[in-house]
């Protein structure tokens, strides 16, 4: 499991932003750029669970797909949905020829997009039950819902990324770098207290059982 981040790579500013704003709005995190240098750099640091890519960009009218050949040609299998304004068939043909795990044509209506990037995230990681449940908590990844001891538990899109990551891998320790990484976006000041705050309040929502402190070192949910 674990939070799910996205690399963004498009050169219409309007639509970038759109995009970028629409997606944090439900919980993913998100990285964007224009330039495929850029991209490339982004693709070999972070840890990404799909990567949307206009066909052209300001590098070139088909600099989208040669930017997924190379990460494919260096070994990356990060899933490629290919977001472009060609319809035609040897345009998708070229888009999946060179790596790309899906192509959907602009303008695509963001409940489609939703549901085509959630297809190719949950392709990409391994099975795993859809019900987590330990000490009268039970969280239902797929929709997203968290109960303790009956009730429902309301808890903010940070919150729920966090205890994702650290619940889906009991007892490993995760170092405050990661959990940025897998929950945020390079925006993102790792130098605030911010995750602190989140891990107080996911205590205070889920029980001090949920979050363990190892001093110096991270966070952990505890082992069975």
């Known amino acids: 499991m674990g939070a799910v981040r996205l690399l963004i790579v498009e050169d219409d500013p309007m639509l970038c932003r759109m995009l970028t704003d629409a997606l944090r709005a439900v919980g993913y995190a998100v990285d964007a750029t224009d330039r495929t240098n850029e991209a490339e ?40 949905l290919f977001l472009t304004g060609r319809d035609g068939l040897d345009d998708r043909v070229a888009g999946l020829d060179v790596g790309g795990d899906d192509y959907l044509v602009k303008p695509a209506h963001l409940t489609e997009l939703f549901a085509r990037l959630r297809a190719l995230t949950r392709r990409a990681r391994p099975a795993v039950s859809s019900l987590f449940e330990r000490g009268g908590l039970r969280v239902d990844w797929t929709s997203r819902a968290v109960h ?8 903010t899109a940070k919150e729920y990324g966090i205890f994702e990551v650290l619940a889906s891998y009991p007892g490993r320790l995760f170092s405050r770098e990661e959990i940025i990484e897998r929950v945020w ?40």
Do not use: C, H
């Not at 303790?148 to 808890?155: E, H, N, S």
């Not at 891990?199 to 949920?210: A, H, I, P, Q, S």
């Open 41 to 80: 750099g982004l693709a070999e640091t972070y840890p990404y669970d799909a990567m949307v890519v206009d066909v052209g960009l300001a590098d070139g009218p088909d600099a989208g797909l040669k930017l997924v050949a190379r990460l494919r040609e260096g070994g990356s299998s990060v899933p490629v």
């Open 148 to 155: 303790l001891d009956g009730a429902p538990v309301r808890l």
């Open 185 to 224: 976006d390079t925006n993102f000041d790792a130098e605030t207290n911010v995750i602190d705050v989140y891990v107080r309040n996911l205590r205070r929502k889920l029980g001090e059982w949920t979050v363990e402190t190892v001093r110096g070192l991270g966070y952990r949910f505890p082992a069975a």
